[in-house]
């Protein structure tokens, strides 16, 4: 079992400092749709998974997810070497959670979407004005589902 390069208090802090609502790639996408006129709700706690953006008016809701966390496939997403049955049951269940969230919100007539943190940066992002002018697109749509992530046929190894 490969050990960790931080003593267990500095991994701690660093780890609590991972913010779960208001992070950077949410904030940059409240005020790009706020600029395309969209107005919208925070957090709503009675929504299943209480989504990032909650667009009443649109029956849509848009949560913008941290590929680690949500357990995306794609490049900024690794399996840590360490306490990997810990991290694999974590994921696995994070995953299951958003899947049965979506479902609910589907059930109860709300159209989901996700922009994955890999659209917004690393390798495979996409042009920012991209990424927000789609969200702006399916909002206005009729569309159900909206899944915006970093384009693979952009990475450079």
Same mark, same amino acid.
Do not use: Y
């Given at each position: 079992? /490969?050990?960790? *390069?931080v003593p267990a208090t500095v991994r701690s802090r660093m780890?609590? @400092? *991972?913010?779960? +609502?208001?992070? +950077? /790639?949410?904030?940059? *996408? &409240?005020?790009?749709? =706020?600029m395309r006129g969209f107005r919208? &709700?925070? =957090?709503? +706690?009675?929504? /299943?998974g209480k989504p990032d953006l909650v667009f009443p008016g649109r029956s849509a809701v848009l949560f913008?997810? @941290? !590929?680690?966390? =949500? @357990?995306?496939? !794609?490049?900024?997403f690794r399996w840590p070497k360490s306490r990997e049955e810990f991290w694999r049951e974590k994921i @696995? +269940?994070? *995953?299951? &959670?958003?899947? #049965? #969230?979506?479902e609910a919100l589907a059930e109860a007539g709300w159209r989901t979407g996700i922009v994955w943190e890999c659209a917004l940066k690393g390798k495979t992002r996409l042009p920012f004005d991209s990424v927000a002018d789609q969200c702006a697109i399916w909002l206005k749509s009729g569309i159900n589902t909206l899944e915006v992530s970093g384009d693979e046929t952009r990475a450079v190894i």
């Open positions: 079992m /490969p050990v960790d *390069i780890m609590s @400092g *991972i913010r779960g +609502k208001n992070t +950077k /790639p949410e904030l940059a *996408i &409240r005020s790009a749709l =706020h919208f &709700r925070l =957090h709503r +706690k009675d929504l /299943p913008v997810h @941290g !590929c680690f966390w =949500h @357990g995306h496939d !794609c490049h900024l @696995g +269940k994070n *995953i299951e &959670r958003d899947r #049965q #969230q979506r």
